[in-house]
Structures are given as C-alpha cells and as structure tokens.
C-alpha cells in the first residue's frame, strides 16, 4: 500500500496483494478469471492470457479512452508518490518543466484508476495471483503539488541563503 | 548555376520552416495534454475498487486502522505518514 504525500491530503494510491495457493488446493484458470470478473467487471482488457486489466474513471464509470493491449506500463506502472521517502519529484533538483511533466502523463497507464491482475499459472491451475490497483490521477495531482511544495521551499531556503550571505563581512582583502 | 543555387535555398529554408512547425505542434500537443481534475463533489472511495474492504483513496488513518484488523498478528509496524 502507498499513500501519496504532502501537502495534499495523504490516500491510499497503490494497493497490491499477493496470493500464492496452497500446496493441492490451485483452482483452475477459469475459476479464478471468473471471480475476478465479477469483482471488476465482466470485459477486462487482456494485456496477455494471464494478464487482465479494468480501467476506470474516478467516479467509478468506465475510463474513455481506457488503454489497449499494446498501450505500455501498464502492468508494470509505477506511482510518482514515494513508498519512502521523497527530496524531489523530478529526475533532478531542477523545477519540474513542460517536457517532463509529458513524460509523467505518457508513462501512467491511463489517467483514471487500473487494475490488473497478473496470475501465475502452471499446467492450467493458478499457483500465484498478484492484484495491483493505482489511482493514478489522484497520484499525479498529489505528485504535482508535492513538487510545487518542495519547490517553494527550497526557493526559500536559496533566498535566506542569499540574505545571510549579504550580512556577511568582506574578508580582508 | 545561380538559379539552382536559389532553389536549393528556397527548399532549405522550406524544409527549416517545416522542421520548426512541426516542433511547435509536437510542443503545442504536449502542453495540451491535461493534468486530471477530481470530480466535482470528490472522490468517494467506496465506490472505488478494493482489495479485502480496503479501498484506493482511502485516508491513511483509515486504511493503516484497516489493515491492522485484517492483519491483527502482524508484527510489522503500520504507521500513516507523518
């Protein structure tokens, strides 16, 4: 489970659960295809025969346009809200700029909320069921205002930097 | 010889122009693309999907308090973010 950061209101944006079947007790694909689709809905998008996906809107409605097949990071997406700790959002200290924020929109897997299921299957029984769901435009909203918040303080600190260094003395020329 | 040498400029500076329109629209698009909004009247996350009653954009007092009764013996240490 992440949460997102400050200084917008800190919620759960990530949530992952792992299930590894018993020894003798793996049901089978279909049953647990059919259990996730009557908890997420009936049409997941299929990102591979054991990989399927649910988009939605923030209002619980389906996502428009929700990602396809070939759309990446999806299985593999990452939140921009830290699961430690955090100095800065950007790739450097520098201030978050056009470019960069494109390339935070580009790399989310669709600006609503994912599911995908990723099951491990052997010889037709499920040994393993991962289950990762992100709100990924609460986490971008939250990541955006995070780095504007850094922003602003660490601009302060350079100005009360600036402003000690003035009341310094000339050293002896 | 000149005439071609004009025309040879003439294309140069076509295909500089084209080049530079061309980022200004890549650029134009990029900026276009939106930040979502919340909805209007906020997110109400249980309506959102979860995993075992533990809903995406749920408070982190509420979502660490609901892990701790699914998972009472853990020994691990769940504490919101300060």
Known sequence: ?173 | MQKFATKTLALILFLAAANISAQRTAFAQAVATPVPVEPAGGIDPSKLPDVQGLYLGTPADVAVARVKSLYPNTSRNFSPPS
């Open chain 1, 1 to 173: 489970m992440t949460f997102s950061a400050p200084p917008n209101k800190q919620v759960a944006v990530y949530l992952k659960r792992t299930v590894h079947s018993e020894q003798g007790k793996a049901p089978t694909f279909d049953v647990v295809a059919s259990a996730l689709k009557q908890e997420y809905g009936a049409n997941p998008v299929m990102f591979q025969p054991t990989v399927l996906a649910w988009f939605f809107n923030e209002s619980s409605g389906p996502l428009v346009p929700a990602p396809q097949k070939g759309q990446p990071f999806c299985p593999n997406s990452q939140t921009w809200s830290p699961n430690h700790s955090i100095s800065t959002y950007t790739a450097n200290t520098m201030p978050l700029e056009q470019p960069e924020l494109t390339h935070w929109l580009k790399t989310k897997c669709g600006m609503g909320i994912t599911v995908v299921a990723e099951l491990t299957v052997s010889g037709g029984l499920v040994m393993g069921t991962n289950v990762t769901m992100m709100e990924n435009a609460e986490d971008l909203r939250d990541a955006l205002a995070g780095e504007l918040y850094i922003e602003k303080a660490n601009k302060a600190a350079k100005q009360q930097q600036m402003n000690d260094a003035q009341g310094q003395k000339v050293p002896k020329l």
